[in-house]
């Protein structure tokens, strides 16, 4: 307004403004400041947007993908019902959720049971949950264990899957702060040793032990589904 009125440049203009003022200027002094740099982005905020895609793109296919997937082969040979699962292509789905209950990622189940998650998403402390909260509170590391063990239950004691043996631990410690009175009870896997898993139940679902106040050990190269298929063969 002022270089407009006065037909003069923006430094002259600053100048009959400070002038007017009373505010001396250092000789040179424009009174102009760059806009500061834009905070260069750490590590955690470009994790954080990391998660924040995948959590999308995770909701997207959650919604994309078909509800009671009865005929998927992995549900036949497990023998279970698709409770809480979906179908995306030729993929079983079941969603992952975080602490704070929001959907953050999805593993898939391909028919050869080979298993995955969304790349980049969040996976640590995550869980899936089936049934109403109970005074026992049932935890499997793998989806099929969960669901085995809820069905198992008559539906009537939440199970939850942590997904992993690593993350029993994160999960156990979430629940316990989260409920504290209630019986918790680990249910480990006892499956054969592999090449990947050398020992079974492995060093990382005992450290989770003081989580928990009760564990559950199937027989040998056996896991709760393997017990749930065994019953209705």
């Known amino acids: 307004m002022v270089m407009k009125m006065l037909g003069v ?8 403004v ?28 470009l994790i954080a ?12 296919l959650w919604q994309q993908s078909t509800p009671n997937p009865t ?42 049971n080979s298993k995955f998650f969304l790349r980049g998403g969040q996976t640590k402390g995550c869980f899936q949950w089936w049934g109403p909260l109970s005074w026992s509170v049932f935890v499997c590391e793998g989806v099929a ?26 999960v156990g410690r979430f629940l ?18 592999t090449d990947k898993r050398k020992w079974r139940p492995g060093s990382a679902c005992l450290n989770a032990h003081q989580y928990f106040n009760d564990i559950l050990l199937p027989p040998g190269g056996m896991d709760a589904s393997d017990l749930w298929v065994n019953s209705h063969v």
């Open 71 to 112: 005929e998927h082969p992995y549900l036949i040979k497990k023998r279970l019902p698709p409770l809480k699962l979906r179908q995306y292509k030729d993929s079983l789905v079941s969603p992952v959720y975080d602490q704070n209950f929001n959907l953050v990622n999805l593993q898939f189940i391909k028919p050869d």
């Open 9 to 16: 440049d923006f430094r002259q203009a600053a100048e009959q």
């Open 176 to 193: 316990r702060q989260k409920l504290p009175g209630h019986r918790l009870v680990l249910v480990l896997d006892n499956d054969k040793p």
């Open 49 to 60: 947007h990391q998660n924040d895609k995948v959590s999308q793109k995770a909701r997207g």
């Open 18 to 45: 400070a002038r007017h003022l009373g505010i001396d200027t250092p000789e040179g002094d424009t009174g102009y400041r760059p806009a500061p740099k834009p905070r260069p982005q750490t590590e955690t905020d």
């Open 145 to 170: 264990d969960a669901i085995s063990t809820f069905v198992y239950n008559h539906r009537t004691r939440m199970t939850i899957a942590a997904y992993s043996a690593g993350n029993v631990s994160a």
